[in-house]
Nanobody
Framework: QVQLVESGGGLVQAGGSLRLSCAAS????????MGWFRQVPGKEREFVSA????????YYADPVKGRFTISRDKTGNTVSLRMTSLRPEDTAVYYC??????????????????WGQGTQVTVSS
């Protein structure tokens, strides 16, 4: 029943910016901790950022600190990831994840129940 759909991926040159968004059905995002993860072929899924149900707690992985910004809209129905100063190593499929049982923002994929299908981000040199 729960469905997450990512959008906003694409091809961008190094130093450029992209904004990803996540839309949900079957749930109210304001009730969930939301996370962004990314994955490249042959690699484990990597944590990017997470935000609490009320937006009061935010957590970033070290490689994206100062470059990426996670946010929730006023209704709590969407979550976005603003990516700036993109680097080729940011190239990956980016996934949106959600879970209502997490009491604090988490960087562990196993703690998220619901996942989107991903959106490709490619950063060229």
């Amino acid at each position: 029943q729960v469905q997450l759909v990512e959008s906003g991926g694409g091809l961008v040159q190094a130093g450029g910016s992209l904004r990803l968004s996540c839309a949900a059905s079957g749930l109210t995002l304001r009730d969930y901790v939301m996370g962004w993860f990314r994955q490249v072929p042959g690699k484990e899924r990597e944590f990017v950022s997470a935000i609490s149900w009320n937006g009061g707690s935010i957590y970033y992985a070290d490689p994206v600190k100062g470059r990426f910004t996670i946010s929730r809209d006023k209704t709590g129905n969407t979550v976005s990831l603003r990516m700036t100063s993109l680097r080729p190593e940011d190239t990956a499929v980016y996934y949106c994840a959600a879970d209502r049982t997490i009491l604090a923002v988490s960087d562990r994929p196993s703690e998220y129940e619901h996942w989107g299908q991903g959106t490709q981000v490619t950063v060229s040199s």
